[in-house]
T-cell receptor, first 111, second 112 residues
Framework: KQEVTQIPAALSVPEGENLVLNCSFTDSAIYNLQWFRQDPGKGLTSLLLIQSSQREQTSGRLNASLDKSSGRSTLYIAASQPGDSATYLCAVDNYGQNFVFGPGTRLSVLP | NAGVTQTPKFRVLKTGQSMTLLCAQDMNHEYMYWYRQDPGMGLRLIHYSVGEGTTAKGEVPDGYNVSRLKKQNFLLGLESAAPSQTSVYFC???????????FGQGTRLTVV
C-alpha cells in the first residue's frame, strides 16, 4: 500500500528566505507526482506536476524535483513571500488510477 | 471556465438523514474522484471513476455510494448519515494517467 509522508509538518520562515519542503513515498512504481497548495477553508490548487520520467519541473519561484528510485520529492520555494503562506500537499499517482496524498506541510512566511 | 464545481458548499444533516453531493466538471475529463479531508488524517479517497458508467472503491468507501451516469457529473451519496461522516469533501477530475488533477472548492458537511 502506497504511503506518503511530508516533512516538516509545519515551517515558519522570515520573508525572503529560500526553503525546501520534503515528500517521501514508499512505492516507487508511480506514474507522476503532483504538488498542491491549499489555503485555509479552500480547495486545492495544483502547483506542479512531475511525470515519472522527469527529474524536475519549474514554475516561477517554484521548483519541484523527483527521485523515483529513492521515493523522494522536494519543493523548493525561492525568495518566499507572505502570500506563500498555506499548506502544501504532495500526492502520488497510484498506478494510474487515483492519487495518494501526504499529510501536508503548513508554511508561514512572516513579513 | 468553471473547472470543477461542487454543490452544496455547506450542509448540516441529522444522523440518519440522506443526501447527495454533486460534482460537475466542464473539462471533458475521464477520471473523477471523491476525497474526504479530516484533521490529522489528510485527504483520503472514497470512490473514483475512470469513465462514464464506471465506479470503483477507494480507501474509505463504507457508508457512501456513487454514480457516474454522465461523463461530466459524479455524485456522492450518503444513505444514512453518521457523525463520523462529518468532514470536508472534495471532488477532483483529471484526464487520467500522467495528467494533472483539478479540485473543487469543497463541501463542508456536519452530521449532528
Amino acid at each position: 500500500k502506497q504511503e506518503v509522508t511530508q516533512i516538516p509538518a509545519a515551517l515558519s520562515v522570515p520573508e525572503g528566505e529560500n526553503l525546501v519542503l520534503n515528500c517521501s513515498f514508499t512505492d516507487s512504481a508511480i506514474y507522476n507526482l503532483q504538488w498542491f497548495r491549499q489555503d485555509p477553508g479552500k480547495g486545492l490548487t495544483s502547483l506542479l506536476l512531475i511525470q515519472s520520467s522527469q527529474r524536475e519541473q519549474t514554475s516561477g519561484r517554484l521548483n519541484a524535483s523527483l527521485d523515483k528510485s529513492s521515493g523522494r520529492s522536494t519543493l523548493y520555494i525561492a525568495a518566499s513571500q507572505p502570500g506563500d503562506s498555506a499548506t502544501y500537499l504532495c500526492a502520488v499517482d497510484n498506478y494510474g488510477q487515483n492519487f495518494v496524498f501526504g499529510p501536508g506541510t503548513r508554511l508561514s512566511v512572516l513579513p | 471556465n468553471a473547472g470543477v464545481t461542487q454543490t452544496p458548499k455547506f450542509r448540516v444533516l441529522k444522523t440518519g438523514q440522506s443526501m447527495t453531493l454533486l460534482c460537475a466538471q466542464d473539462m471533458n475529463h475521464e477520471y473523477m474522484y471523491w476525497y474526504r479531508q479530516d484533521p490529522g488524517m489528510g485527504l483520503r479517497l472514497i470512490h473514483y471513476s475512470v469513465g462514464e458508467g464506471t465506479t470503483a472503491k477507494g480507501e474509505v468507501p463504507d457508508g457512501y455510494n456513487v454514480s457516474r451516469l454522465k461523463k461530466q457529473n459524479f455524485l456522492l451519496g450518503l444513505e444514512s448519515a453518521a457523525p463520523s461522516q462529518t468532514s470536508v469533501y472534495f471532488c477532483a477530475s483529471s484526464w487520467g494517467t500522467f495528467a494533472e488533477a483539478f479540485f473543487g472548492q469543497g463541501t463542508r458537511l456536519t452530521v449532528v
